[in-house]
């Protein structure tokens, strides 16, 4: 008869190890927690060794497909989604894809790490009811899905042609909706400008890659001094991992202290998910614009530490 144990984290580590090898079928020695490949058993060595929670290539696919299904990135989602619909070399080919982005890799292995803990968490919960005690494993450590902090926020100097290609790009998602003529009065009363603005941030991927922009314009009035935010684009293969809110905050609180009073920006035509996210920042609606007391947004934002 298998005798009690305490499922603690080390032990569920070696269980989840044995599950993925898919070369030696492995049972657990309840009395001493040691793993033994069923090969080496004898009938002899008692009734203490049990089996591990089933795990095949099967629970692998479904795995990979539980995790396709959270991706807000719609670019990746739809290859990966194409990776597991294509039937030949799938393992692989979504392993490639996900070494593309390290965010995205480390998300895959933090899904994989929370569902397979489950997978023998409830292999555990079985036994303890079949011994008649209440479960005394660890739980598992819950893990972030966003990444934003793989993500460094940096001023930088654009060059001319790279940032007509960001606007460019900006303004084409922007007014793909539009009717030809709203798109055009929209352009021309727009606030954008051909030069390149004062200030501009990046979100850099830790392999170096853009992520997405924020860029604005410094505005001198009687009553200060204004910025007015130019473009907020991420890159489509970037989307889904906050960096459109990290860019936002980097800027307001690089514009406190560098002695900008006021934040503007015009809302996009379809703006209203953009909206709702900026009042939650304290942006206020002001005729078409949002504004953005910033003494007032640091004030509040000292009282909340």
């Known amino acids: 008869?298998?005798?009690?144990?305490?499922?603690?984290?080390?032990?569920?580590?070696?269980?989840?190890?044995?599950?993925?090898?898919?070369?030696?079928?492995?049972?657990?020695?309840?009395?001493?927690?040691?793993?033994?490949?069923?090969?080496?058993?004898?009938?002899?060595?008692?009734?203490?060794?049990?089996?591990?929670?089933?795990?095949?290539?099967?629970?692998?696919?479904?795995?990979?497909?539980?995790?396709?299904?959270?991706?807000?990135?719609?670019?990746?989602?739809?290859?990966?989604?194409?990776?597991?619909?294509?039937?030949?070399?799938?393992?692989?080919?979504?392993?490639?894809?996900?070494?593309?982005?390290?965010?995205?890799?480390?998300?895959?292995?933090?899904?994989?790490?929370?569902?397979?803990?489950?997978?023998?968490?409830?292999?555990?919960?079985?036994?303890?009811?079949?011994?008649?005690?209440?479960?005394?494993?660890?739980?598992?450590?819950?893990?972030?899905?966003?990444?934003?902090?793989?993500?460094?926020?940096?001023?930088?100097?654009?060059?001319?042609?790279?940032?007509?290609?960001?606007?460019?790009?900006?303004?084409?998602?922007?007014f793909a909706e539009s009717p030809a003529g709203l798109k055009s009065v929209l352009e021309r009363q727009s606030s954008w400008s051909e030069s390149l603005p004062d200030l501009a941030v990046r979100a850099v991927s830790p392999g170096g890659n853009n992520g997405g922009y924020i860029s604005l314009f410094l505005q001198s009035e009687e009553d200060g001094l204004y910025g007015i935010v130019d473009v907020l684009y991420v890159l489509p293969e970037f989307r889904g991992a906050g960096i459109a809110a990290g860019l936002m905050d980097f800027l307001v609180d690089h514009c406190y202290h560098n002695g900008v009073e006021t934040l503007l920006m015009v809302l996009p035509p379809e703006g209203e998910v953009l909206r709702r996210n900026l009042e939650r920042r304290g942006f206020r609606t002001v005729g078409p614009c949002l504004l953005l007391n910033l003494e007032q947004w640091f004030f509040e934002q000292q009282n909340h530490l």
């Open 1 to 174: 008869m298998s005798k009690e144990f305490k499922l603690s984290s080390e032990l569920m580590d070696q269980i989840i190890f044995a599950m993925e090898n898919q070369k030696e079928t492995f049972l657990l020695d309840t009395e001493t927690l040691l793993l033994r490949t069923e090969s080496s058993v004898e009938p002899s060595d008692g009734e203490t060794l049990i089996p591990l929670p089933d795990w095949t290539p099967s629970d692998g696919y479904q795995l990979m497909d539980s995790f396709t299904g959270t991706l807000k990135n719609p670019v990746y989602r739809e290859r990966l989604s194409e990776i597991l619909r294509s039937g030949r070399g799938v393992f692989r080919g979504f392993k490639n894809v996900l070494k593309e982005r390290s965010d995205l890799e480390k998300a895959w292995f933090a899904h994989k790490d929370r569902e397979m803990k489950r997978r023998v968490r409830d292999w555990y919960a079985e036994l303890c009811d079949y011994w008649g005690i209440q479960s005394i494993g660890e739980e598992p450590e819950e893990t972030d899905d966003l990444f934003l902090d793989e993500f460094s926020m940096e001023v930088y100097t654009p060059g001319e042609k790279e940032f007509e290609s960001i606007r460019e790009s900006f303004r084409t998602e922007l």
